[in-house]
């Protein structure tokens, strides 16, 4: 069993570096242009099995329009994909919106808590979460996954995947990079995951 698992396209929230987390931030050009570069490298991969396949997004629109420019570009009906609310992106409560400059001026004392564990750490305000909170529903969610899939879904959903099948410490997950021009390979009964080129050789 595969799951092809890619980031939803640049945001301008991304291009500022805010803490974007549960807000529904659309596309940027960039981000659309990243977006079916994917679909492209996905439909190579996939060839002709890419119909077998199931295809789940994060409800959020950024990963909906997203999902909807692969299929397209892999000329599959782009509405035909479904959703899970467990791989909503990190709730970062009161932060989300601020950029790291602005958290240092309002809240230094967090951020500084922030910097001792990042895996573990909880933002204020209402429903914020910590990644170890959201890897629990992704947990829920990699558990529930039954035949081959492409999922889109966000930068912490992916942190919390190389959390649980990577073997990545959480310190690691929280700091990893993921890209939004490439695709994660996920193995789960093998406990591995690797990443492939996607949408970086197909733009510019």
Known sequence: MLIYM??????DWNAELRMQGQKDIPLNP?????????????????GAAASDFDYVSSPLSRTRE????IRTAMRLPPADYRTDERLVEVNFGDWEGHTLSELQVLWPDRLKARARGKWDFIPPGQDAESYEILSWRVGS??????????????????????????GYSG???????????????IHPLEGRVDWVDGASARIG
């Open 6 to 11: 890619i980031r939803h396209g640049q945001t």
């Open 30 to 46: 960039l981000g659309r242009s990243q977006a079916s570069g994917n679909g492209e490298a996905l439909a190579e991969i996939l």
């Open 66 to 69: 997203t999902m909807e420019r």
């Open 141 to 166: 969610w990699l558990k529930s996954v039954t035949r081959d899939t492409v999922c889109v879904s966000h930068g912490g959903v992916i942190r919390s995947v190389l959390r649980l099948v990577g």
């Open 171 to 185: 310190d690691a997950a929280a700091d990893a990079s993921i890209p939004q021009d490439q695709i994660l390979v």
